[in-house]
């Protein structure tokens, strides 16, 4: 009965390289959401995708973030040349279908990225 | 700009009490209000919510009280219990049937329950 599952839960990068997170939804969700939390703030959204197609992006950084969700396999969010001020714990919520609600969501436990 | 506040960042109850967590919003579209918890380690998860049309919803231990004139909103969890202590959200949306893309998260209370 595995919930949402978020790898790796600790990715440490130095400035400039690649970091790549992965999220598999909850069984039977086809809806993914990815949030930020900088440190001393709240949750802020960056992108919402189903399989093969971006719902909504308007959170995303205009450069070096992009996120997918294949046909098969996890999706994933990449943050080319990570700078410092990337650094965060980057929260992986899916929902069973389109626009399902916010009090279905269903959160995995978070990947925390640090930047040396 | 902050659009929904959370003032205290921690806070701190003696088991058995009353907890109230406070939230306040700037902006008057929203119309969907949540609170979320999370563990240490865990990701957050849904608690209770309430619609603008209702001013209180009540759900075991937790009751959301809505002031749409003060655009405040207050989380009480009574009796409150040890395994309370956590991280408590405030979260806010335009339309309750609208997706998470549209939620505005605060930046969480700690609350600590004492023995």
């Known amino acids: 009965n595995a919930g949402v599952m978020q790898n790796p839960r600790h990715l440490v990068r130095r400035r400039g390289q690649e970091a790549r997170l992965r999220c598999s939804p909850m069984k039977g969700h086809s809806h993914v959401y990815w949030y930020r939390q900088l440190p001393e703030e709240g949750l802020k959204f960056m992108v919402y995708l189903q399989k093969e197609n971006i719902i909504d992006e308007s959170g995303m950084p205009k450069e070096r973030f992009s996120a997918e969700f294949p046909k098969e396999g996890p999706s994933i969010l990449r943050i080319q040349q990570v700078v410092r001020g990337d650094s965060a714990a980057y929260f992986c919520?899916?929902?069973?279908?389109?626009?399902?609600?916010?009090?279905?969501?269903?959160f995995g436990a978070g990947s925390r990225l640090t930047v040396l | 700009d902050q659009q929904v506040k959370q003032n205290s960042p921690s806070l701190s109850v003696q088991e058995g009490r009353i907890s109230i967590l406070n939230c306040d919003y700037t902006?008057?579209?929203?119309?969907?209000f949540l609170w979320y918890k999370k563990y240490p380690a865990e990701g957050p998860t849904f608690l209770i919510s309430?619609?603008?049309?209702?001013d209180k919803n009540e759900d075991g231990r937790f009751t959301v009280f809505l002031n749409k004139s003060a655009k405040h909103l207050s989380l009480h969890i009574v009796p409150s219990q040890p395994g309370d202590s956590a991280v408590y959200f405030c979260?806010?949306?335009?339309?309750?049937?609208?997706?998470?893309?549209?939620?505005?998260f605060g930046k969480g209370t700690h609350l600590i329950i004492q023995p």
């Open positions: 902006n008057s579209m929203f119309d969907y």
């Open positions: 309430i619609s603008s049309i209702k």
């Open positions: 979260a806010a949306s335009v339309g309750s049937g609208g997706g998470a893309d549209g939620l505005t």
């Open positions: 919520a899916s929902s069973p279908r389109l626009y399902s609600g916010a009090n279905v969501l269903t």
